[in-house]
């Protein structure tokens, strides 16, 4: 069973248009994104040794980048496709091994 194939949005930044038409404007959006997303991912290293959902905190502070800036979208949308794969992957060795585990009973049954 093929991974989930979904439309992906385009690349790019997703600043309202009234931010994207003056340059000064949107320079000053996208520091803004780059800080917030930079104190998000920051608090999420410091979550990883300590007790707390460290990792997702540092999806969502690469989330906030992925609004402006195209590294971020790129980043996240490889993420996103190797969780499908992986989450693809343990569900293909959960049926195999609960395959395994039927024919095992069966195969001692007709003993």
Same mark, same amino acid.
């Given at each position: ?11 790019? +930044? =997703?600043?309202?248009?009234?931010? =994207? %038409? +003056?340059?000064?404007?949107?320079? +000053? ?47 996240? =949308?490889?993420?996103?496709? !190797? ?7 343990? !569900?293909?060795?959960? %049926?195999?091994?609960?395959?395994? !585990?039927? %024919? ?5 049954? +007709?003993?």
């Amino acid at each position: 069973m093929p991974c989930d194939i979904r439309e992906e949005k385009p690349l790019g +930044s =997703r600043a309202p248009k009234f931010v =994207r %038409a +003056s340059r000064p404007l949107h320079m +000053s959006w996208r520091v803004g994104i780059f800080i917030v997303g930079l104190a998000i991912v920051t608090g999420g290293v410091i979550m990883l040794p300590l007790p707390g959902p460290g990792w997702l905190v540092i999806f969502g502070g690469m989330a906030v980048w992925a609004t402006e800036f195209v590294w971020a979208q790129h980043v996240l =949308r490889w993420t996103k496709r !190797k969780y499908r794969e992986g989450t693809q992957w343990m !569900k293909e060795r959960r %049926a195999a091994r609960k395959e395994r !585990k039927i %024919a095992q009973r069966a195969g001692q049954r +007709s003993r």
